[in-house]
């Protein structure tokens, strides 16, 4: 990703600051992470100047994925431009939509967040830069350039270690419980027993600490990411608007899914959730007073230089998108439509919306 390269000029360098916009999304290959960039698009184009630049990064496990979410982000956004009448509005005559595309970049890299050393790695090359997107690409390439600065970051990316559904169980608990309860907190879903990535050889890591993979997936390798971009997310002064860090958690992280003597879960049955339980309470606690004397570390870069240089911390804030149709989910592709339609029901009938 990072290399010593001469960097090349970016589309965006010529301007300020202000009419520049740098987000990351983790997982952003399909489900939510691929709505969340085509949502941002939709956002900037309504809210920003004309002359402003979107750039996304988008973050996937594989070149190929990379490729793709590249591709259908570009298509999104081509879409977009043609059709709204509200930037035509804005634009004035004559509209062309070629221009509004080229304000909007895609740069998306492989991160593992399961391998600890790639995370580092990441953070490292967008720190140091320059980075490219991968090779295979039409259009705007991206080769060589650099990040100075991340505005937010979206720790989207998952793993919900489940081998199915209890149907039985589903179909009873909907007769009985409702379908809003149901689907909202379901309880038949069917989780594998926690892995360890000291298992994987992929990994590499001693017998110990152990590791769980959807701890360290949901929560952990996030958490490291977090720490070693904080010189793109801190500011100078608080004139400027801060960084932002965005823990997407879930509907399913209630007070009993996590038991504090277990706290990866290796013995419990609901990995996912107690994870996402785990990251409720780290956003949701990281400034609190009684928190700040065991959390201001994680605040702290591990440059002291940049540390003075860059005083103002990013900001934490905590999501979960409701119920929806995630990838995520155990259920075959015949069935999806079923899913998907339970979902749409409950909506109408009062689920919890994002």
Not at 26 to 32: D, P, Y
Not at 198 to 213: A, R
Not at 330 to 349: G, H, K
């Given at each position: 990703m990072g290399s010593q390269l001469t960097p090349a000029t970016a589309p965006w360098e010529a301007l300020s600051?202000?009419?520049?916009?740098?987000?990351?999304?983790?997982?952003?290959?399909?489900?939510?992470?691929?709505?969340?960039?085509?949502?941002?698009?939709?956002?900037?184009?309504?809210?920003?100047?004309?002359?402003?630049?979107?750039?996304?990064?988008?973050?996937?496990?594989?070149?190929?994925?990379?490729?793709?979410?590249?591709?259908?982000?570009?298509?999104?956004?081509?879409?977009?431009?043609?059709?709204?009448?509200?930037?035509?509005?804005?634009?004035?005559?004559?509209?062309?939509?070629?221009?509004?595309?080229?304000?909007?970049?895609?740069l998306s890299l492989q991160l593992d967040l399961c391998d600890l050393?790639?995370?580092?790695?990441?953070?490292?090359?967008?720190?140091?830069g320059p980075v490219s997107n991968p090779e295979g690409l039409e259009g705007e390439y991206l080769k060589n350039v650099r990040i100075p600065r991340l505005d937010t970051v979206v720790f989207n990316a998952a793993y919900g270690g489940w081998s199915g559904v209890n149907y039985p169980k589903a179909v009873w608990t909907i007769l009985t419980e409702g379908l809003v309860q149901s689907v909202t907190w379901p309880n038949f879903k069917m989780a594998?027993?926690?892995?360890?990535?000291?298992?994987?050889?992929?990994?590499?890591?001693?017998?110990?600490?152990?590791?769980?993979?959807?701890?360290?997936?949901c929560?952990?390798?996030?958490?490291?990411?977090?720490?070693?971009?904080?010189?793109l997310l801190s500011r100078r002064s608080e004139?400027?608007?801060?960084?932002?860090?965005?823990?997407?958690?879930?509907?399913?992280?209630?007070?009993r899914v996590l038991d504090?003597?277990?706290?990866?879960?290796?013995?419990?049955?609901?990995?996912?959730?107690?994870?996402?339980?785990?990251?409720?309470?780290?956003s949701l606690t990281a400034t609190l007073p009684a928190a700040m004397p065991y959390s201001s570390c994680f605040f702290e870069s591990n440059d002291p230089a940049e540390a003075r240089d860059k005083p103002i911390r990013p900001r934490m804030y905590l999501t979960h998108p409701g119920i929806v149709a995630s990838t995520?989910?155990?259920?075959?592709?015949?069935?999806?439509?079923?899913?998907?339609?339970?979902?749409?029901?409950?909506?109408?009938?009062?689920a919890v919306r994002a």
């Open positions: 600051s202000q009419e520049q916009l740098f987000v990351l999304i983790t997982g952003a290959n399909s489900g939510i992470g691929l709505s969340i960039g085509e949502r941002l698009i939709d956002e900037f184009l309504a809210t920003r100047s004309l002359r402003s630049h979107l750039i996304l990064i988008p973050t996937t496990r594989s070149k190929s994925k990379s490729l793709q979410t590249i591709k259908t982000l570009r298509e999104y956004a081509r879409k977009a431009a043609q059709s709204s009448a509200a930037l035509r509005s804005r634009a004035g005559s004559p509209y062309r939509w070629e221009d509004t595309v080229a304000r909007i970049h895609v050393r790639g995370v580092y790695a990441f953070a490292g090359a967008l720190l140091r594998l027993p926690t892995a360890l990535l000291n298992d994987k050889p992929s990994y590499n890591y001693p017998k110990e600490p152990l590791l769980g993979e959807v701890f360290t997936a929560v952990f390798g996030h958490y490291i990411l977090a720490h070693e971009l904080l010189p004139s400027e608007t801060p960084g932002r860090l965005v823990w997407s958690s879930s509907l399913e992280a209630i007070d504090m003597s277990d706290f990866q879960c290796f013995n419990g049955n609901g990995p996912y959730e107690s994870a996402k339980r785990v990251t409720d309470i780290l995520l989910f155990p259920v075959p592709w015949f069935l999806m439509w079923a899913y998907e339609l339970a979902l749409l029901i409950s909506r109408w009938i009062g």
